[in-house]
């Protein structure tokens, strides 16, 4: 079955960059949808960006600009490359697959019935 594992995480000061990387295995879907979520302490997950089998991608508002999200389909590796982090950008980060997802905009707001999710990796901004 599908696993996602996350690295990348860390503790940087307020306007530093961090890079992470979620590696995808036993991905034999065709569609599917890409993408980072992030959960802080007791606040409702949200996502973050995501990336769709076009390569469309989707940002919350609250990180457009600052964070890009890719995918190296060579090595099944999806990124996001966060910049000028703020303490609000602290959180447990978590990489997500979708299946049968069409849009990375929809990703942002949709659920689906067959989605993946890895550990996650801690992000802390202060």
């Known amino acids: 079955h599908v696993q996602l594992v996350e690295s990348g995480g860390g503790s940087v000061q307020t306007g530093g960059s961090l890079r992470l990387s979620c590696q995808a295995s036993?991905?034999?879907?065709?569609?599917?949808?890409m993408g980072w979520f992030r959960q802080a302490p007791k606040k409702e997950r949200e996502a973050v960006a995501t990336l769709d089998k076009d390569g469309d991608t989707g940002y919350a508002d609250s990180v457009k600009g600052r964070f890009t999200v890719s995918k190296d389909n060579t090595k099944n590796t999806l990124y996001l490359q966060m910049n000028n982090l703020q303490p609000e950008d602290t959180a447990m980060y978590y990489c997500h697959l979708a299946v049968n997802c069409y849009s990375a905009f929809d990703f942002l707001r949709a659920t689906y019935d067959r989605t993946y999710r890895g550990q996650g990796t801690q992000v802390t901004v202060s």
């Open positions: 036993s991905v034999t879907y065709s569609v599917y949808c």
